[in-house]
C-alpha cells in the first residue's frame, strides 16, 4: 500500500487507503466499524438514544414491533429534522408465524374539501405546490401505522413503549452533531420561505432555544410533545385522529387558513398491504407497493441482473455505468406510473417482469450515456429509517418522514411536532396517474426494504434520503449478494447518486443529469464515466442517503446489524 504524500489527491482513496485514517484490522479497510452481533435481539436507527430506547424495549420482553415504534417515537424528538408525530410511516415486517412478508402503508391524505380546481386557483397560474405552508400538509399517518403495528405486533402496553420518549421530552436529550446541522438548516430554509408559511412562531417557540437552533451538545426539552405522546399513549389512535389532537389541528388550519380539517383526520386509517417483489440471484427482495417508489428499487435489480457485476468490479465505470442507465430507466417509468391505486390503475406486473426488463436493457449502450426520457425538483434527504430484530424472529424494518426534514414549517398549537409537506408531491396536470385529488395519497419517496432467502428472512434495510432510496437501496443490496460485503460495510462503501430525472410531480428530465459520487471513487473511473458522456462530481457533502440494516445469519443463530459511519447512526444488541 502507497504512502499518500500529494496532498492534492490525500482525500482520494488509493489502493484502500485515505490520508488521515487508520488501518482496520479486520475486514474491508474502507469499513467505519465492526458489524454488531447479538444473539437476542438487535436495533439499527439514525441516533444512539433511540438505538438504546429500542434495545431497552426488547430487554424488557417487548417485540420487535414495540421496539421499533419507541425508537420512532424517540426520533421524533432527537431526530424532528427527519421524523415525528406530524409525518407519514411505511413499514415491512418478517411474521414469523404466518411465515411471510406483511406490509403496512401509513401515508395520510389530501383535504377532501379542496377539489383540484380549488388548489389550482388558490395557487395561481402556472405555479407548482409550495414545499412549505398549509397547501403542502397532508394527513400525518405516524400514529396510526404506529397504533396498527402495535394491535398485531405489540407485547409491551403502548404507555411503556412510549414512556421513554415521553421522559426524554420532559427532562431533556443532549443534541447529536449531524441532526444540530440539519436543525440550523432547516431554519435558515423556513426564514427564506417565510411569505409562503403562514405562520413560524410556534416553530419557533417550539424548536428555538434563546431564538437560535440549538448546537450539538445542548439539551434540548420539548414538554408539548410529551403533551401529544401522553395522549396518544393513553387513547390510541383515536387521541390523535379524533379526540384533542385532531381539534387542536382543525382549529389551527382555520385560523391560519389553511383546508386540513377534522373530518379528513376523523376518517383516516392506516393500511395492511401486500408487499412487491423480485427476485435478484436468488434473493426475493420486497418493498411496498405504489403510491410508494419502491418499485424503483426492484426494476433497478431486474436490469442490473442481465450483467456480471461482481466481474466488472465494485465501483468500476463499467458497473457505475449500468447502474447509473438502470436507474433512469426505471425512473423515467417512476414519473410516468407512480401513483396512489386506488385512484388509478397502474401495470405493475409489467412493470416488475423479467421481460420488460430485458427490453428495457437493451436500450443501455456500454459506451453511451444516456438521457432520461420524460426544471429538476430537489428532493429531500431528511428522514429516519429503522430495523429491529427479537428473539421471536421477528424483524422489522420501518421508516418514517415529514418529508422536507423538518416539514412544512407549520406547529398547531401547543403540540410540540411540525406537520409534514408531503403534499408537495403531487402533480397538477389532470392527465398525470399522480394528479392531485380530494383524499388521494400523493406519491411518496419514503420506502422500507426486506429481503428473503429460501423463504426465510435474510434483510430488513433502508437507505433514507429521497429520490437517493431506490439508488441506495440497490447499492447495498449488490454490495452484500454481488460483492459478499457484510452488513456494516456494504453500507460505508462509496456510494454515487444521480439526480435529474424525470418527477413524479410533472418536471422533466435534465439531459443526462448529474452523477455525484464519493471520494472513493477512483479518478481514473471518473475520467471514464466522462468519456462515455455523463456529467460527474465528486462532492463529498452530499447526503447520499442514510442506512441502517440486520441481517439474519440462520446458520450461528444471531443477528448481525449495521448503520450508518457517515451521520448520527447507530446498532446495538443483547
Known sequence: MPIITDTAVAADYVDGAQAGRGDRLVGANFAGRSEIIAKNGAAATSQPLATQVAISILQQGGSAVDAAIAANATLGLVEPTGSGMGGDLFALIWDPKQNKVVGLNASGRAPKGQTLDDLVKRLGPGKMIPSHGSLSVTVPGAVAGWVELHKNYGKLPLDKVLAPAIAYANDGFPLSPFIAKGWAANFRRFDQMGSVIEELDNAKKTFLIDGKAPVAGQIFHNPDLAKSLSLVAKGGHDAYYKGPIAKTIDAYMKRIGGPLRYEDFADFKAQWVEPISTNYRGYDVWQIPPNGQGLATLQMLNILEGYDLKSMGHNSAD????????????????????????????????????????????????????????????????????????????????????????????????????????????????????????????????????????????????????????????????????????????GDASRWQHEGSPEPTGEA??????????????????????????????????????????????????????????????????
Not at 435474510?458 to 437501496?473: D, I, L, R, S, T
Not at 447526503?543 to 457517515?566: C, K, L, W
Request: proline content about 5%; glycine content about 12%.
Open 319 to 490: 458497473f457505475i455505468h449500468v447502474s447509473v442507465e438502470a436507474k433512469k430507466l426505471a425512473f423515467a417509468d417512476r414519473s410516468r406510473w407512480y401513483a396512489d391505486q386506488e385512484f388509478v390503475k397502474l401495470p405493475i406486473s409489467t412493470l416488475i417482469s423479467k421481460d420488460y426488463a430485458a427490453k428495457r436493457r437493451a436500450q443501455i449502450d456500454m459506451k453511451k450515456a444516456g438521457a432520461p426520457e420524460t426544471g429538476i425538483m430537489p428532493e429531500s434527504h431528511d428522514t429516519i429509517f429503522l430495523s429491529t430484530a427479537d428473539k421471536d424472529g421477528l424483524m422489522v424494518a420501518l421508516i418514517q418522514s415529514n418529508y422536507r426534514g423538518m416539514g412544512s414549517g407549520l406547529v398547531p398549537d401547543g403540540l410540540g411536532f411540525m406537520l409534514q409537506d408531503r403534499g408537495e408531491q403531487f402533480a397538477l396536470d389532470p392527465k398525470h396517474p399522480n394528479v392531485y385529488a380530494p383524499g388521494k395519497r400523493p406519491f411518496h419517496t419514503i420506502i422500507p426494504g426486506f429481503v428473503t432467502k429460501d423463504n426465510q428472512p435474510f434483510a430488513a434495510y433502508g437507505v433514507m434520503g429521497g429520490g437517493m432510496q431506490p439508488q441506495g437501496h440497490t447499492q447495498v443490496l449488490v454490495n452484500m449478494i454481488d460483492f459478499g460485503m457484510n452488513v456494516q460495510e456494504a
Open 509 to 574: 428530465g435534465d439531459g443526462v443529469g448529474i452523477v455525484y459520487v464519493e471520494q472513493g471513487v477512483s479518478p481514473a473511473v471518473i475520467e471514464e464515466l466522462k468519456k462515455r458522456g455523463h456529467k460527474v462530481e465528486v462532492k463529498p457533502g452530499l447526503h447520499y442517503g442514510s442506512y441502517e440494516a440486520i441481517v439474519r445469519d440462520h446458520a450461528n443463530g444471531v443477528y448481525r446489524a449495521g448503520t450508518e459511519m457517515r451521520v448520527d447512526g447507530h446498532a446495538a444488541g443483547y
